[in-house]
Every structure is written in structure tokens, then in C-alpha cells.
């Protein structure tokens, strides 16, 4: 099984300021035959289902503010959020959906300062 | 457009099975590539993977509880059901259940709202 380990557990970023989430996977979710990280992030609010941001590592979801960026390859992955605003406040998950269990991650808790 | 909606009982006792179904439009899970996953999140930790099943009939299980889950499709009715039997307090939880794009089987796009399962005698 693939471990998905994220840090920190929790962060506080003042609004306007730059959020930066880092998750690492126990092996490599690139595939090798079409070059893709199966690696997603999820936005999840209190009192309402997770949201889809980036998938494939960096491709932006539709809707997603550009403000949300996804990077990394292989085993070590980031999401920044460039300029945080009020509505950014959430738990965001790293998920890989190489192999199974499609595990995520243990969350990381955004608060603004 | 696709929804998705998850129904089941709200509360169950320990030792009973638990049965939830999700329910869906604007997909068919007869389409080539297409899946439905569950998951939950037990109050105050983080989301959990549970299982999924795909258009062929694929059905990948946590590991953790592959003993205890069952999960079955009803394409004729849009339908995905998941089971999971010798309910404990440990499964108390919001369990979501969500679609897989074509390709992308496990990741998540679109999610129902989720139905929170409490496990108490």
C-alpha cells in the first residue's frame, strides 16, 4: 500500500500571504507509460463534501481559482495557495489514485492568522 | 450534470450491518472507465478510502476492512450499494460516496453530501 504523509498538520497564513502544503508518497505515483503523477488535492469544509482542486498533480479543476497550484512529481508534492483569502480556510487532502487503496492523506489544517 | 446522493439509516447498533446506497445521475456506470468510490470521515480525523467499484465490475477494498465490506452496482437503477457488516463505535463516521471520470479511476470530481452513520446501542 501506498502512504500518504502530509506537513504540517497545521498551519496559520495571514490573508494575502503565500500557503504552501507538502505531501509525500511511500513510492512513486508516476506512471511511467503516459508520464502522469496520479495525485490529487481536495478542499474539504466543515458541514460539506470534499471539493476536487488539482488532479494530476498540476492540472487545475474547472471553477478552481488560479490562486490554487499544484507541483511535484514521483513522491514529493505540493499545493500552494498564492494569496490566501478568507474562503481558503479548510483541511486539504492528498490523495493518490495510482494503485489500491486510494489512500489520502491525514489532512492539513489551514487557518488564517 | 452529475449528483450523486447517499441514504441509509442515520444510526445503527453495534454488532448490526450497515447498508447505504448511493444514488445517481447524468452517468452510467456501463460506461467504459467510469467509477463510484466511498469514503468516509469519522468525526474529527481525516477521510478515509473504502472501496470503489468499477464499470467492469472491478471492486477494490481497504485492506483494513475487506473482511466487513461488500460493495455491489445497479446500473439499471444508477445505483452503487456498500455494506459493512459487525458495526462497531469505530465506524461511527459521515460516509460519502463520489464518481470517477473516465481514466481516472479513484480520483473524485464529484461527491454526494454525504449521510453521518452513528453507531450507538
Not at chain 1, 504540517?8 to 513510492?27: F, H, W
Not at chain 1, 508516476?30 to 458541514?47: C, F, I, R
Amino acid at each position: 500500500d501506498i502512504v500518504m504523509t502530509q506537513s504540517p498538520d497545521s498551519l496559520a497564513v495571514s490573508l494575502g500571504e503565500r500557503a504552501t502544503i507538502n505531501c509525500k508518497s511511500s513510492q512513486s505515483v508516476l506512471y511511467s507509460s503516459n508520464n502522469k503523477n496520479y495525485l490529487a488535492w481536495y478542499q474539504h469544509k466543515p458541514g460539506q463534501p470534499p471539493k476536487l482542486l488539482i488532479y494530476w498533480a498540476s492540472a487545475r479543476q474547472s471553477g478552481v481559482p488560479d490562486r490554487f497550484s499544484g507541483s511535484g512529481s514521483g513522491t514529493d508534492f505540493t499545493l500552494t495557495i498564492s494569496s490566501l483569502q478568507a474562503e481558503d480556510a479548510a483541511v486539504y487532502y492528498c490523495q493518490q489514485y495510482y494503485s489500491s487503496p486510494k489512500d489520502f492523506g491525514q489532512g492539513t489544517k489551514l487557518e488564517i492568522k | 450534470q452529475i449528483t450523486l446522493k447517499e441514504s441509509g439509516p442515520t444510526m445503527v447498533k453495534p454488532t448490526q450491518t450497515l447498508t447505504l446506497t448511493c444514488t445517481f445521475t447524468g452517468f452510467s456506470l456501463s460506461t467504459s472507465g467510469v467509477a463510484v468510490g466511498w469514503i468516509r470521515q469519522p468525526p474529527g480525523k481525516a477521510l478515509e478510502w473504502l472501496a470503489l467499484v468499477q464499470w467492469d465490475d472491478n471492486k477494490p477494498y481497504s485492506p483494513s476492512l475487506k473482511n466487513r465490506l461488500t460493495i455491489t452496482k445497479d446500473p439499471s437503477k444508477n445505483q452503487v450499494v456498500l455494506t459493512l457488516t459487525n458495526m462497531g463505535p469505530v465506524d461511527t463516521a459521515t460516509y460519502y460516496c463520489a464518481h470517477s471520470p473516465v481514466g481516472s479511476v479513484g480520483l473524485y470530481d464529484y461527491w454526494g453530501q454525504g449521510t453521518l452513520v452513528t453507531v450507538s446501542s
